[in-house]
T-cell receptor
Framework: DVKVTQSSRYLVKRTGEKVFLECVQD?????MFWYRQDPGLGLRLIYF???????EKGDIPEGYSVSREKKERFSLILESASTNQTSMYLC??????????????FGPGTRLTVL | GENVEQHPSTLSVQEGDSAVIKCTYS??????FPWYKQELGKGPQLIID?????GEKKDQRIAVTLNKTAKHFSLHITETQPEDSAVYFC????????????FGGGTRVLVKP
């Protein structure tokens, strides 16, 4: 079974703090993703990575950065947390096969509250 | 970029009845349409997907239909059971844009016993 783990289930931080969210996958997947989930807005892509040290902006990258130093690990960084970044953060991974997108496997999520 | 609209946002059905969730997409180049189910406290999990070369796919009580001309696709759940209660997300992807999914806003399904 594919397993995607996220470092924390719940996190409470103060405005202005630097926040690190960690994601690890155990299936040697090339692709990794960070989404945020807000009610009524579905899942919105923040950043994704096709390979180690590679990153691309998603739909809402402002206020976030990422790091992928190893294939299995993808970190999301909030340089200076703000209250509007209070959300559920989901990490996912996938492989790319043939000409089609393959299944994305999600972690359980980190619910971040910024006070 | 791609835009995916999903309706309804909430759906309440009696156990045993059918549930239908509809999505529309904007980019005719999209060629992959997965559906995810998210149970409380968990991440979304793929339940079924359809590719643009087929019009319908079925897996036990779940089916998905795709109308490429109208750019919409639907999830059908028959004989609903309480364990079908969850949030469901549709998504669309353009292979040329990489392995990137655009998700709909989600539908919260409640199956009443």
């Amino acid at each position: 079974d594919v397993k995607v783990t996220q470092s924390s289930r719940y996190l409470v931080k103060r405005t202005g703090e630097k926040v690190f969210l960690e994601c690890v996958q155990d299936m040697d997947h090339e692709n990794m993703f960070w989404y945020r989930q807000d009610p009524g807005l579905g899942l919105r892509l923040i950043y994704f990575s096709y390979d180690v040290k590679m990153k691309e902006k998603g739909d809402i990258p402002e206020g976030y950065s990422v790091s992928r130093e190893k294939k299995e690990r993808f970190s999301l960084i909030l340089e200076s947390a703000s209250t509007n970044q209070t959300s559920m953060y989901l990490c996912a991974s996938s492989v790319t096969r043939d000409q089609y997108t393959d299944t994305q496997y999600f972690g359980p999520g980190t619910r971040l509250t910024v006070l | 970029g791609e835009n995916v609209e999903q309706h309804p946002s909430t759906l309440s059905v009696q156990e045993g009845d059918s549930a239908v969730i509809k999505c529309t997409y904007s980019d005719s180049a999209s060629n992959y349409f997965p559906w995810y189910k998210q149970e409380l406290g968990k991440g979304p999990q793929l339940i079924i997907d359809i590719r643009s070369n087929v019009g319908e796919k079925k897996d036990q009580r779940i089916a998905v239909t795709l109308n490429k001309t109208a750019k919409h696709f639907s999830l059908h759940i028959t004989e609903t059971q309480p364990e079908d209660s969850a949030v469901y997300f549709c998504a669309a992807s353009i292979r040329a844009a990489g392995n990137k999914l655009t998700f709909g806003g989600g539908t919260r399904v409640l199956v009443k016993p």
